[in-house]
């Protein structure tokens, strides 16, 4: 279970990302975390990782108090957090089995790591998750060669390495086509149906939040507008959501 409670970030100048948020995801569900750019969506993955430290409130996963945690302390927990990211995160000039290698960086001597050696049962493992997103045949290839979409897959393999109990998906169809989206959102889809991963994914598009997501939380200027199922979200609550000028999609 991870409790997000009264959680209020602030960047330096005083603008103010979240406002208060909080709100429960239970084990195993598929949560889309909905709202225009600018509405807060990338700072609240970041806080749950501490990719960006919260200014105020707690996120409590199993009962541990992650903004209270140590240096250490994150270590081990980020090594159960997998993340996704919009822009794919991968080292271009580097094949895309090293890619996916990295997500073992948190398992492995960081000595061997720097040589690129890793065991061979986390090759083998890299390989199997390259496999389950349908690139297996690209593991030797740079990872600039492969496309948008195939650079993502790397990217979700990346995050599978990590044995993750939850990947954290920040917007990661925004930079693709409506085809290649969905092939995202199947793979993350699968993991979740599949592992039993809990999966938070941000995204624009309520088309996408329909057909994936058990539920969806709503931001807006950094206040938590919406929680509940995504057929809940009815004419008015899009119009707060998302602006009185627009206009539903999905």
């Not at 240096?71 to 794919?88: A, L, Y």
Request: glycine letters at 8%.
């Amino acid at each position: 279970m991870l409790k997000i409670q009264n959680l209020t970030k602030i960047y330096d100048g005083g603008v103010l990302a979240l406002d208060n948020v909080s709100f429960e995801v239970p084990e195993g569900q598929f949560l889309a975390i909905i709202g225009l750019s600018g509405s807060g969506k990338s700072t609240l993955l970041r806080c749950i990782n501490r990719l960006i430290e919260p200014t105020e409130g707690t996120i409590l996963w199993n009962g541990k108090d992650i903004t209270k945690a140590s240096d250490d302390e994150m270590r081990h927990i980020r090594r159960k957090i997998g993340m996704v990211f919009q822009h794919f995160n991968l080292v271009h000039r580097s094949s895309v089995l090293t890619n996916v290698l990295a997500g073992r960086l948190g398992y492995v001597n960081p000595a061997m790591s720097i040589l690129n050696r890793f065991p061979q049962s986390d090759i083998d493992n890299a390989i199997k998750q390259l496999d389950r997103v349908g690139i297996a045949d690209k593991a030797y290839s740079r990872a600039d060669e492969l496309s948008g979409g195939q650079q993502q897959r790397v990217g979700v393999a990346r995050a599978m390495m990590q044995n993750p109990e939850i990947i954290l998906a920040d917007e990661p169809v925004a930079s693709l086509d409506p085809v290649l989206a969905h092939s995202i959102m199947q793979h993350l889809e699968k993991i979740n149906k599949e592992d039993g991963t809990t999966v938070l994914c941000s995204l624009h598009f309520l088309d996408l939040v329909h057909r994936y997501a058990d539920r969806a939380v709503a931001l807006n200027d950094g206040k938590l507008m919406y929680e509940g199922p995504p057929d809940g979200i009815d004419d008015a609550k899009f119009k707060e959501i998302y602006g009185k000028d627009a206009e539903r999609v999905g």
